[in-house]
């Protein structure tokens, strides 16, 4: 069964305008930690963030936002005044931290695709 | 500090061929995983590896695949007779700690795997 979803398979913005990525989780583990990576045209992968499931403050980081609501199993991104740099897959991960078969792997999103253009 | 380094970048092999992926993880990491991203794919876990042990490898191909990290050297991911349907790009990921304390991993560029 698929345990992260992100159901926006693609985003396409205008240059400064804002544009929010979608997570939905699923486990049954009380511990486990959330993660975002960036995967640009060039291929490699790019840590973005990490959240544990007992931290559920919000943060802003330049202009990166993050939204972890448990309540509904939401890890949600968001990129304020993007830029074309922005243009990359944006891939949800989860790790789950209690379940022995899981071992902490990462389990990702099937990505969405953010195009910003000029 | 390197980070992880992953070669070769690209690798074409014909089908029935081996390929051989390797994996050097940051200084001082000693935990190694491998993923699999089809075309238009997300990335898939393959195996969890830690110096001379296989922690998780309940992503990995029954047959054909198979991987190492030996004491000394880089991790290797084996891909033995390889047929179209490996081609893909295979990353690397290492951390300095135990994965479920939920560290994150770090990944590398990747080897894009090509199988004519």
């Known amino acids: 069964a698929q345990k992260v979803t992100q159901a926006q398979t693609e985003i396409s913005v205008v240059e400064k305008e804002d544009v929010t990525l979608d997570c939905v989780y699923e486990t049954r583990d009380t511990t486990y930690y959330l993660f975002w990576y960036k995967q640009p045209p060039s291929g490699e992968l790019v840590f973005l963030i990490r959240?544990?499931?007992?931290?559920?403050q919000n943060e802003i980081s330049g202009r990166y936002s993050w939204n972890f609501q448990k309540s509904t199993s939401s890890f949600n991104f968001t990129i304020t005044a993007s830029q074309v740099v922005d243009s990359a897959v944006y891939f949800c991960a989860l790790s789950e931290a209690r379940t022995t078969d899981s071992w902490g792997k990462l389990q990702f999103g099937a990505g969405t695709q953010v195009v910003v253009t000029p | 500090n390197a980070g992880v380094m992953q070669n070769p970048r690209h690798l074409v092999r014909r089908r029935g061929q081996e390929a051989r992926l390797r994996c050097s993880p940051m200084?001082?990491?000693?935990?190694v995983y491998w993923y699999r991203q089809l075309p238009e794919e997300g990335l898939k876990f393959m195996v969890y590896?830690?110096?001379?042990?296989?922690?998780?490898e309940s992503g990995m191909p029954k047959e054909r695949f198979s991987a190492e990290f030996p004491k000394e050297g880089p991790s290797i991911l084996r891909i033995q007779q390889v047929v179209r349907g490996d081609s893909a790009a295979y990353f690397c990921?290492?951390?300095?700690?135990?994965?479920?304390?939920?560290?994150?991993?770090?990944f590398g560029p990747g080897t894009r795997l090509t199988v004519l």
């Open positions: 200084k001082g990491h000693s935990h």
């Open positions: 990921a290492s951390s300095p700690f135990e994965a479920r304390q939920g560290n994150e991993q770090f």
């Open positions: 590896l830690q110096k001379e042990n296989i922690i998780d």
């Open positions: 959240r544990n499931s007992f931290d559920e």
